[in-house]
């Protein structure tokens, strides 16, 4: 089950990390807020994908620089990818580093201005 999996359980402790963050179940996935502002859904087998993944707000720019770069890791996930979220495949051992630098970015777009100052320090 999707709750108690293993990369879903290590996705939560990273998100944890960031201010003014919360979790609620959105088209029968966790899915991650900053504020009132989604920036990161889970997905295990997405309609029979077969991918354990999540799906993070970027930029279009962004989303096709890093599927070029990496497509091993990246992917333009359905329905929101057109508005330039990016998709990071969790499957195997994940470089957890990369996917923390992709849930802040995508964080980052969407948190109130008094997180992001939290967030760094001042």
């Known amino acids: 089950m999707a709750k108690d999996h293993p990369k879903l359980v290590k996705l939560r402790k990273l998100i944890a990390r960031l201010p003014e963050t919360s979790e609620k179940l959105s088209h029968g996935s966790p899915t991650f807020w900053g504020g009132k502002k989604t920036f990161a859904t889970f997905h295990l087998d997405h309609h029979g994908d077969g991918r354990v993944a999540v799906w993070v707000k970027s930029t279009l720019d962004a989303q096709d620089m890093l599927v070029q770069a990496a497509p091993e890791v ?40 008094r997180a992001l100052k939290q967030l760094d320090g001042e």
Do not use: H
Not at 96 to 113: C, F, H, N, Q, S
């Open 74 to 113: 990246f992917f333009v996930p359905p329905y929101v990818g057109p508005s330039g979220w990016v998709g990071v495949n969790l499957a195997g051992k994940p470089d957890w580093k990369v996917v923390e630098e992709t849930l802040v970015d995508g964080y980052r777009m969407v948190a109130p201005k």
